[in-house]
Structure formats: structure tokens, C-alpha cells
């Protein structure tokens, strides 16, 4: 009986793997190690050298409650969940949209903000381009960022247009601007914030986006408790209102 015993431990053993907790590693280093893209404006992005937009000043909040620093590791779109559960950092924020394929490789949190897509083009081509079908042809330049959900969503029902991907997300509003693409692919947020911002440039479908998605941050898979962790300090900003003040600041 015993040796059948042993034989049951040392299975149960070997398919047992031992998972870190990110929240104590966390505190034991002193720094929240957060992975961002640095080019999704309002969300994330560079200025004077350093990172800015809502996404980072809610994770300099967050390590405030954690009683740590924060460290912004940069990443793009197309590694943002490969350089996660590779452990290059603790979370990923910055405008990341949650979907299906995120969600079974990695945890996501809970959603602070909905949005859709839509495009941003030059000043006077909002009711030129205001459909899929008005840019579905080989005749219209479309710019996309690569790795991301506008790229996917450019694949999926754009298979006509002539698609021009770039690595960096900020050089497409510029390639609109200067002509080189007709029409960025884009998200309410951030055609709202181009649209305010550059005269040149303005927004179609903003007010009627072809979709519609919520943005969250994700944390390592199987890391329940990080995801739990951030989850309450989200939720116990927004009872303080330090949300609501982040937010006229970025997304007003």
C-alpha cells in the first residue's frame, strides 16, 4: 500500500509546477516593472525624453500603493504578450485592447474604458473616407501599426486596400499628414486626441465607430494574485477620484 502511495506523490509531484508570486517579487525588488509601447497616444508616449499619458500615470499610482518605484520597459505590439510571460516585466499597459487571443495567454484586468474603431485623415477627407467600402480598394493607402488590433483589423476586412504597416504607431498619423497614406486606422481615443491637436488631421466615424472594445492591462498568465492586486488598486482609485483627475488630464 505504501508503495502505492509513494507512486501517487511522485506523480502528483512531477505535474505540479511551482509558480512565483509576481506581488511579493514585486515588493521584495521595490520596482513595478511595467512593459509599454510608448507610442499610443493618449495612453503611452515619449516627451522630453521621458514616458507620459494616462496609462502612465495611472502605473505611477499604482506603485505608490505598492509602496515601490516604477520602471517603464519599452516593447511593441507585435511581442507585447511574448515579452510578458517571458518575464521582462510585470505588466503591460498603454491603450492594449483586450481580446479573446490575450486572455488565454495572459491575465487581463478589469476594462476602464470603451472605445472602436475608426480613422484618422486629412483635414476635409472625414466624409471621403467614412466607410469600410469607401477604402477597401487598391486605390486608397491605408497605414497601420504592425502587431496590433488595427493591423488585424486592416486583414480581416481591408483585403483590397493597399496596406502599408509601420513599427512604430506615431509615424502613421505623420504618414497621413504628409500624404504618404490616405487613411491611419485608428481608435476613438487617439484620433480624438490627433484631431485637437494637429489642424491637418482630423477623425471620421468617431461618433460611429466600426466596433467596439474595452482597454485593459495584462499581467503574467496563472499570476491570479498581481491580477487581483491591481484590480483593487484600480478600484480604489476611482472611489478617491485620482482616475477621474488622470482623466480630464488625458482622455477629456
Known sequence: MRKYLNIILLVLTMNFTYT???????????????????????????????????????????????GVKVEFIPTTWKNLVADLNSEKYDVAMGGITRTTYRQIN?????PYLIFGKCFLVRKGDSSKYNSIESINNPNVKVGVNIGGTNEKFANEYLNN?????YKNNLDVPLAVENGDVDVMITETPEAIVYEKTNEKLEGSLIDKPLTKSQMGYLIKKDQIHLLNTINFILEELEVKGSVDEIKKSYLN
Do not use: C, M, Q, W
Not at 106 to 110: C, F, L, R, T, Y
Open 20 to 66: 512565483a508570486d509576481l506581488v511579493d517579487d514585486i515588493i521584495a525588488r521595490g520596482t513595478l516593472r511595467v512593459g509599454t509601447t510608448g507610442d499610443y497616444k493618449p495612453f503611452t508616449y515619449i516627451e522630453n525624453d521621458n514616458y507620459t499619458g494616462y496609462d502612465i500615470e495611472i502605473a505611477k499610482l499604482i506603485a505608490k500603493e505598492l
Open 106 to 110: 495572459s491575465e487581463i484586468s478589469k
Open 161 to 165: 486596400a493597399n496596406i502599408i504597416r
